[in-house]
């Protein structure tokens, strides 16, 4: 339960934080939820990777949609993935769910950092 809350508030906070500050303030969310929410380092890893790369599936899979595939079919031609759209898709989230996977890596040491120096 506790790691299906850090995933949602991930996939949340980086969504917020996205719609008014730069692509990489993902990161910053992922280490945030990570350092308030106390786990095990690879289910914080798991939490961070899992709320990005879902966030950023949905939104490749959305901005599609808007615009009937144009631009991600042209970007599947030019990218080195031989014209496949869903590879595309899928190499996009898995891109941004390794930056929030590692925040959040960073976070939970961050924590543990902070823990073991306070009295």
């Given at each position: 339960?506790k790691?299906?809350?850090?995933?949602l508030?991930?996939?949340?906070?980086?969504?917020?934080?996205?719609?008014?500050?730069?692509w990489?303030?993902v990161?910053?969310?992922?280490?945030?939820?990570?350092l308030l929410?106390?786990?095990?380092s690879?289910?914080?890893?798991?939490?961070?990777?899992?709320?990005?790369?879902m966030?950023?599936?949905g939104?490749?899979?959305?901005?599609?949609r808007?615009n009937d595939g144009?631009?991600?079919?042209?970007?599947a031609?030019?990218?080195?993935?031989?014209?496949?759209v869903v590879?595309l898709?899928?190499?996009?989230a898995?891109?941004?769910?390794?930056?929030?996977?590692?925040?959040?890596l960073?976070?939970?040491h961050?924590r543990?950092?902070?823990?073991?120096v306070a009295?």
């Amino acid at each position: 339960m506790k790691s299906l809350i850090a995933v949602l508030s991930t996939a949340i906070l980086s969504f917020v934080a996205g719609i008014f500050l730069p692509w990489w303030t993902v990161a910053f969310a992922a280490g945030l939820v990570a350092l308030l929410m106390p786990q095990k380092s690879f289910i914080s890893f798991l939490c961070g990777f899992g709320g990005v790369f879902m966030l950023w599936l949905g939104l490749t899979i959305w901005i599609d949609r808007s615009n009937d595939g144009l631009l991600s079919a042209r970007m599947a031609l030019v990218l080195p993935v031989g014209g496949n759209v869903v590879f595309l898709h899928l190499l996009t989230a898995f891109v941004g769910g390794l930056i929030g996977g590692l925040a959040a890596l960073s976070g939970k040491h961050l924590r543990s950092i902070f823990s073991s120096v306070a009295p």
